[in-house]
């Protein structure tokens, strides 16, 4: 995927969520994966002619996993012109070593988000754009009805209340397997994830089935999504 098929898919997204506005100071959560890292590309073209003027950071958080190095990604955000700021922590080692959680994601994300809001203030930054693709959205919705039996998914845009900081979703529109094609023919220095749990989880398991239900039901991705847009659930209606 060309960088102009990426670019329109976020534009779109963007403008049918609203998701910026003049002013705005938007901080990237960088993992270190594609998706994040398609986005720094997408935004920083957005930037330079979106009628909404907008200024961008990039924040990684490291949970202090031997052997990910994070100097690729210094170095493509600094080709890409957008300041770029590494926290380091040690929630690998509380999480697994000191606690020996047993279903270990759920604190980790809350550790991590915790860690990524507080570099967001820190920096001014009134909102964070986050790198869900439209996989993620369809996964995430699935595992909401099987493993929780409610119809619902996280939103576009939600602003969080105690902190004062909005959260975007700009590659909400795009599909995984165009956001590889962009990793692949750009070379993305992608940082590969050293979390044991990493491969095991439960949305690698809906993934997985998600792929199956592929081979039997033509675009079953896309009517997935268009029932999320059109069931009502709370953030999904456009603007």
Same mark, same amino acid.
């Given at each position: 995927m060309k960088i102009q098929k990426l670019l329109s898919y976020v *534009?779109? @997204?963007?403008d049918d969520y609203n998701m910026i506005q003049d002013g705005d100071r938007i901080a990237i959560g960088v993992s270190g994966g594609k998706d994040s890292l398609a986005m720094i590309a997408a935004l920083k073209s957005l930037q330079r002619f979106y009628p909404a003027k907008f200024e961008?950071? @990039?924040?990684? /958080?490291?949970?202090?996993?031997?052997?990910?190095?994070?100097?690729?990604?210094q170095k493509y955000c600094d080709d890409w012109g957008v300041n770029y700021t590494l926290v380091n922590t040690d929630i690998g080692q509380i999480v697994f070593d000191e606690r020996g959680e047993k279903n270990p994601c759920s604190l980790c994300a809350k550790? *991590?988000?915790?860690?990524l809001n507080e570099m967001v203030e820190k920096?001014?930054?009134?909102?964070? @754009?986050?790198?869900?693709?439209?996989?993620?959205? /369809?996964?995430?919705?699935?595992?909401a009805l099987f493993y929780?039996?409610?119809i619902g998914c996280f939103a576009p845009v939600t602003y969080l209340d105690r902190k004062k900081i909005t959260s975007i979703r700009p590659l909400a529109y795009v599909p995984e397997a165009d956001i590889i094609g962009f990793a692949n023919k750009y070379s993305l220095p992608v940082v590969k994830n050293k979390c044991p749990a990493d491969?095991?989880?439960? *949305?690698?398991?809906?993934k997985n089935m998600v792929k199956e239900y592929r081979k039997k039901f033509d675009h079953f991705d896309s009517k997935i999504f268009g029932a999320i847009q059109r069931a009502d659930i709370n953030g999904w209606g456009k603007l």
């Open positions: *534009r779109c @997204a963007v961008l950071e @990039a924040i990684s /958080v490291s949970l202090g996993f031997e052997g990910m190095d994070f100097s690729p990604i550790m *991590r988000k915790g860690a920096l001014g930054c009134n909102k964070i @754009a986050l790198g869900h693709n439209r996989d993620d959205i /369809v996964e995430t919705f699935l595992m929780e039996g409610r491969g095991n989880t439960t *949305r690698e398991d809906v």
